[in-house]
């Protein structure tokens, strides 16, 4: 009987200790959503941007990526997201969906403008750029490489002798 009542306590307390240890991590991790502004921004490509992903300037987070919409006339991703209610951002702001690596998630990186007007809430970016994938870049420079790009060769000057 005291040998059940010892594992029974080790068990509570190792649940304890785990419980804590989540209370922690998730309090660290910043995952909330950003309360502020809504505002959008259309992509005719997004790049597997997931709802709740991050909106970032200069790598610090400012947003939530709250709502993605596929524009019935345009057929662009519309993505809506929230801002930070002491960010204002230029209406030239540009938006890019961008990744944290090879295996990482993507976010939504802002690169403010110059503009002393501002985006109100409910407005939209106009300047974005559309998501190219690792393989779209491969590709490019794969076909750049094998001469694909109508590169030609350099002509032989007036005077040059052929080879024998």
Not at 35 to 50: C, D, E, Q
Not at 62 to 75: N, R
Not at 106 to 122: C, D, R, V, Y
């Amino acid at each position: 009987m005291g040998k059940n009542l010892i594992e029974t306590i080790m068990g509570a307390v190792v649940l304890l200790v785990a419980g804590f240890f989540l209370v922690f991590a998730y309090s660290q991790a910043d995952l909330g959503t950003v309360k502020g502004y809504k505002i959008s921004a259309a992509f005719t490509s997004v790049g597997g941007l997931a709802t709740g992903a991050d909106v970032r300037i200069n790598g610090i987070k400012v947003g939530t990526v709250l709502d993605q919409k596929i524009d019935p006339v345009t057929f662009n991703a519309v993505v809506t997201m929230s801002i930070m209610p002491k960010i204002h951002l230029p209406v030239d702001t540009e938006a890019t969906v961008d990744s944290e690596g090879l295996l990482g998630g993507k976010f939504l990186k802002l690169m403010p403008g110059h503009s002393h007007e501002t985006i109100a809430a409910g407005g939209s970016i106009v300047h974005t750029k559309n998501y190219e994938s690792l393989e779209e870049m491969v590709g490019k420079v794969i076909f750049l490489a094998t001469d694909g790009g109508g590169a030609k060769p350099a002509a032989k000057p007036a005077g040059a002798a052929a080879a024998p």
